[in-house]
């Protein structure tokens, strides 16, 4: 069975930093890309970054880029995001996904496997 659990989300002031983790286990990881979505309040579903679990290579979204930095440990099947000079415009419900296939790519609807969230609050 496939599953993905977040941590590490919280409250933070802006300019802050936090670490999330999203622990993975129920299949070959090096066979998957992951990817960290994120949902605000009223908004759509939508890509943060990715990262390839077999090569390492990332993509990242505009939103992000410069500010947010994904990496894996393939020895703990563990994926993190390290989330820096976060805005309040980041808070959200932040979610990490599987998809079969090694190429990282930030479509919502390439992703199979979901895991249940964690919340995200950048207070200004």
């Known amino acids: 069975e496939v599953q993905l659990v977040e941590s590490g989300g919280g409250l933070v002031q802006a300019g802050g930093s936090l670490r999330l983790s999203c622990a993975a286990s129920g299949f070959t990881f090096d066979d998957y890309a992951i990817g960290w979505f994120r949902q605000a309040p009223g908004k759509e579903r939508e890509g943060a970054s990715c990262i390839s679990s077999s090569d390492g290579s990332t993509y990242c979204?505009?939103?992000?880029?410069?500010?947010?930095?994904?990496?894996?440990?393939?020895?703990?099947?563990?994926?993190?995001?390290?989330?820096?000079?976060?805005?309040?415009?980041?808070?959200?419900?932040?979610?990490?996904?599987?998809?079969?296939?090694?190429?990282?790519?930030?479509?919502?609807?390439?992703?199979?496997?979901?895991?249940?969230?964690?919340?995200?609050?950048v207070s200004s």
Do not use: H
């Open 61 to 121: 979204a505009d939103s992000v880029k410069g500010r947010f930095t994904i990496s894996s440990d393939k020895a703990k099947n563990t994926v993190y995001l390290q989330m820096n000079s976060l805005k309040p415009e980041d808070t959200a419900v932040y979610y990490c996904a599987a998809k079969e296939g090694v190429r990282p790519e930030l479509a919502v609807e390439e992703y199979a496997y979901w895991g249940q969230g964690t919340q995200v609050t």
